[in-house]
């Protein structure tokens, strides 16, 4: 029952950067879009996070460390580097009229390329940077901590999991409840009945771009705090993940938190199985990759049997 609570309660932790990532491409699958942008977006937050808190933390006014300004820097830097990228991706799909997949492709590419670019100039070094990012405040930990089963799971989380949590509720309100998020829905399945309103259903999937990236970026910023360092790649296709996670989870957030648990809970299988199972690390690395492949199988064939069109 422990190794149980343990292993779902990193899991919760893990799922934080990508259930970000994914409520923030879910805005932009409810308008219509295709976001294969969201590993680039995920990319590039993780690495201005990092700059932002290696630039600060040279300067001789910036406070010490241990009173949690780093974590802050990091998290507001990774957030706005993501939507400002993100908008130039959305003015190029929606505004300039460029195809969607390859302007989401290209923001991947630029991302990738960009950060080799600037690690050495910006960081000093291409490679593994450590950062003096103390680690994010955990409120319940010391009240409720240690509580048998429900301690290690739920109250040993830090104070980004938990919003993340909130964000989750938030954009379900928003989506659903708000006219906003019928504005937005109505941008993908009948934009002409939204462009009779008045409304530029354009304008709704720009705004739903930025969303998504602004999402992103703080998913990002999340990784390389949780790290106290930047590691190139360090999406690690985090990304790609979220993007199945928007369709199991059937384009609603709370299917969107299930499905990310279990992509998380995967990963925290196989950081656990490494220290137990003697196989190769290479296959143990994979499991997380190898679930969310099967998870996407299974979903379309489960979506087919339904529909009837499998007999």
Known sequence: MKDLSVLCGDA???????????????????AGMLNIALEGLITIGAFAAAAAVHAVSASPHFPAAGNGAAAVIALVAGSLAGGMVALGYGIGSQRLKANEFVAGLATNLLATGIVVALADRLLGNKGVVSLAIPGLARPLERTLGNMPFLGELLFRQDILTYASWFL????????????????????????GALATLGRNPKRYRLVAVVLSGLACGLAG????????AYVPDMSAGRGWIALVAIYLGGKKAGGVLAACFVFAFAESLSNYAQGVLRVPSDFILALPYAITLAALIGGAAWKRLRGGQIR
């Open 12 to 30: 919760l932790g893990l799922m934080t950067p990508l259930l970000l990532a994914a409520i923030g491409g879910l805005f932009t699958e409810l």
């Open 168 to 191: 989750v509720i938030v954009a379900s309100f928003v989506i659903t409840k708000s006219t906003f998020g019928l504005r937005l829905r109505a941008s993908g399945s009948n934009p």
């Open 221 to 228: 910023a999340a990784l390389t705090v949780s790290l106290s």
